[in-house]
């Protein structure tokens, strides 16, 4: 995945700020006019013609934050730091954004009566761009532990930037850091209008999974689907999960209520059959199946599940068949025959999923039994090569 680079908004230079006449010196009123001369050229995406004014401008506020005058000037300290932000951002420079960092909390503690509060608040958010393109750079090397960590101290700077919080959500989860992805994934949960709202919404249950925490994956996967209830992926997961979970009796008119919307969808008839399955409703369960089938005659699982169900019902009369021991040999046989009869249904099953995947072991094992239950060697024989290949 590739990140977008350049995205976070930066405010424009206030460099007309007031402050107190006895405090403005010539290499404060130096750094302002040469910070703002650079800043007109980056403004019209010509930074790097600028250097040269942001070079003047450094070289005279590093005077001015050492000078007994203004050394303990909030205005001075906030362009020292509008400055080394910059310079930091132009030349990809690691010890002038240590540089600005010191510079914002100087000129915050300085600025008591929050005259340069906006001032202070473009170098923050330039040294918060600083900080992104550095993320982008380490994800771009996939080293996905440092992006975060860039990612997370940009948000120090620009807090509350969703696109910031996501691409820092997202470096965590690149490194299984679950806790972390789902820290920055629950604080854009609130932002809705966010254009990647729906997908924190829908990968926030699999965070949770990842940490084996399905009570709150359950929890996570209901809220997106109250968030997109018309949301297919959003519907599906909620589904998937309360079946893992082994929620089927809820979940059943949850995938009712969905077919209601979209008929069409063989995968939810599927989901209710195994949800019909599990709660011991077989009759129901095949006929969803079999309208998956329906929809899509090449479905595998709902193939392979439609033979199971029939196969199953067949094996427990069969059982109930044995256990019988009042039955005489002709109602015995004449029994046997129905069960035979009721089992032969899965055979079509069985075969589309060969034809389907041949080489899948458990197909080919299911229609073996049933050949060796009618007792037809040949095609058991069969079968059983095939299945000897592919071991």
Do not use: C
Request: glycine residues 4%; charged residues 25%.
């Amino acid at each position: 995945m590739n990140l977008k680079r350049s995205i976070l908004f930066v405010g424009l230079l206030f460099a007309t700020s007031t402050t107190a006449v006895f405090a403005q010196t010539g290499n404060i009123r130096k750094a302002k006019t040469a910070i703002g001369k650079f800043e007109e050229l980056k403004g019209a995406g010509t930074a790097a013609l600028g250097k040269t004014s942001l070079t003047e401008a450094q070289t005279a506020i590093d005077e001015a934050v050492v000078h007994d005058k203004t050394k303990d000037n909030p205005e001075a300290w906030t362009f020292y730091s509008i400055i080394y932000a910059n310079i930091a951002s132009l030349d990809n420079n690691a010890e002038a954004a240590a540089k600005a960092k010191d510079g914002i909390a100087k000129a915050t503690e300085l600025d008591t009566d929050k005259k340069f509060a906006e001032n202070i608040k473009v170098a923050s958010q330039t040294l918060g761009q600083f900080k992104f393109n550095q993320g982008v750079a380490s994800w771009d090397k996939q080293d996905y532990k440092t992006a975060y960590t860039d990612f997370s101290d940009a948000l120090t700077y620009l807090p509350g930037d969703t696109t910031l919080t996501f691409y820092s959500g997202l470096a965590a989860v690149q490194n299984k850091d679950y806790d972390n992805a789902i820290e920055k994934y629950k604080a854009l949960i609130p932002v809705k209008e966010y254009s990647s709202h729906k997908t924190v919404m829908v990968d926030l249950p699999k965070l949770y999974l990842s940490k084996g925490d399905t009570t709150s994956a359950i929890a996570a996967a209901q809220e997106a689907v109250t968030a997109y209830p018309n949301d297919n992926d959003a519907v599906v997961q909620n589904i998937e999960l309360n079946l893992i979970t082994g929620n089927e009796a809820k979940i059943v008119s949850d995938i009712e209520a969905q077919l209601a919307k979209d008929a069409s969808n063989k995968n939810l008839h599927y989901y209710l059959g195994l949800a019909h399955s599990a709660a011991g409703n077989d009759e129901k369960a095949l006929a969803a199946y079999q309208k998956a089938i329906e929809l899509d005659p090449n479905y595998m699982e709902a193939n392979m599940n439609a033979a199971v169900v029939i196969m199953n019902g067949g094996r427990e009369d069969l059982m109930k068949l044995n256990e019988d021991k009042t039955l005489k040999q002709a109602d015995y046989d004449k029994k046997l025959g129905e069960i035979k009869t009721k089992i032969a249904v899965a055979v079509p099953y069985l075969q589309k999923a060969v034809d389907i995947d041949p080489k899948n072991v458990d197909a080919l094992k299911s229609l073996k039994s049933y050949y060796d239950f009618i007792n037809d060697e040949a095609k058991s024989a069969e079968l059983q090569a095939k299945i000897n290949a592919l071991n």
